[in-house]
Structure formats: C-alpha cells, structure tokens
C-alpha cells in the first residue's frame, strides 16, 4: 500500500512540474504570438475571409499592414485589436438558452 501511495506522489508531482512547464510554454508563445509579423494568406486562413475581404479591410485603414515587394505583411496584434473591436458578448446567461 506505501508503494501505491507513493508511486501517486511521485506522479501527483511530475504533474504538476509538467502543468508549470506548459503555462510557462503557454505564456512565452503569447508574447511571441503578439510581436508576430504575418503574411496574407494566414491573415485570410485565420480570418476566414477572401483575398478582396482583406484588401478592402486594408484600403478602409480598418487593419494596418506593411508592403515589402508588393508582398503584404500584418501584426497579430492588430489582428487581435480588430477581433477585440468587434466583439460582441452574449446577451444571454448561458449558451443555448431560449
């Protein structure tokens, strides 16, 4: 029975030390995520929005980009900050209610 118990601290443990690994992974991947240069088409993939979509959210000024070689580039964080700007949260309680 000892061995048992300890065998489950020793994974209780090993748990946690994994679950600190994957927020501290989780953190860093955001701050890089945030500071990301993106092209068009994984604007458009992430989006799910049409080239033409894209190029008028550009032409309104509605989503700021950088053109190198005629190639165009975003910032996530603009991306999120357009996202964030049209957000509108549920009117109701619960998801699903009538």
């Not at 088409?41 to 005629?70: A, C, E, F, W």
């Amino acid at each position: 029975m000892t061995e048992v118990f300890d065998m489950l601290l020793t994974v209780a443990q090993d748990i946690k030390t994994i679950k600190a690994y994957l927020l501290n992974f989780h953190k860093s991947r955001l701050e890089q995520f945030s500071d990301e240069w993106i092209d068009g088409q994984v604007v458009m993939q992430t989006l799910h929005i049409s080239k033409r979509t894209l190029q008028s959210l550009r032409d309104s000024g509605v989503l700021p980009y950088s053109r190198i070689n005629g190639k165009f580039y975003y910032k996530v964080s603009d991306m999120e900050a357009l996202l964030e700007s049209n957000y509108s949260p549920s009117k109701s309680k619960h998801y699903g209610d009538q």
